[in-house]
């Protein structure tokens, strides 16, 4: 089993920035596609950005040149920058991770807000 736990959110003016970071903890072996997701009220789940263990990056096209992923894999952390924040970067984010056999987990999520 792994565990995720996020931290980092909280409240933010438009335009400010933000860094979520996420720890897995437990059997962290064979990780390899770590992820960041955000849910906003009402809306679907979305995917934010991936990073894969090779360091290979994905962004969704809303937080391009705006959001920076990154990990360090011998701690197994995974870090999401936030800058120039919108309002609608309002949500609540979440870490994934997969492994190598396909089994998914997630975090529990951490709330950013941002307010206009």
């Known amino acids: 089993q792994v565990q995720l736990v996020e931290s980092g959110g909280g409240l933010v003016q438009a335009g400010g920035s933000l860094t979520l970071s996420c720890a897995a903890a437990?059997?962290?072996?064979?990780?390899?596609?770590m992820a960041w997701y955000r849910q906003a009220a009402g809306k679907q789940r979305e995917l934010v950005a991936t990073?894969?263990?090779?360091?290979?990056?994905n962004y969704a096209d809303s937080v391009k040149g705006r959001f920076t992923i990154s990990r360090d894999n011998d701690k197994n952390t995974v870090r999401l920058q936030m800058n120039s924040l919108k309002p609608e970067d309002t949500a609540a984010y979440s870490c994934y991770a997969n492994r190598y056999s396909g089994v998914v987990y997630w975090g529990k999520g951490t709330l950013v807000t941002v307010s206009s």
């Open positions: 990073i894969g263990r090779p360091g290979n990056i």
């Open positions: 437990g059997s962290t072996f064979a990780i390899n596609t």
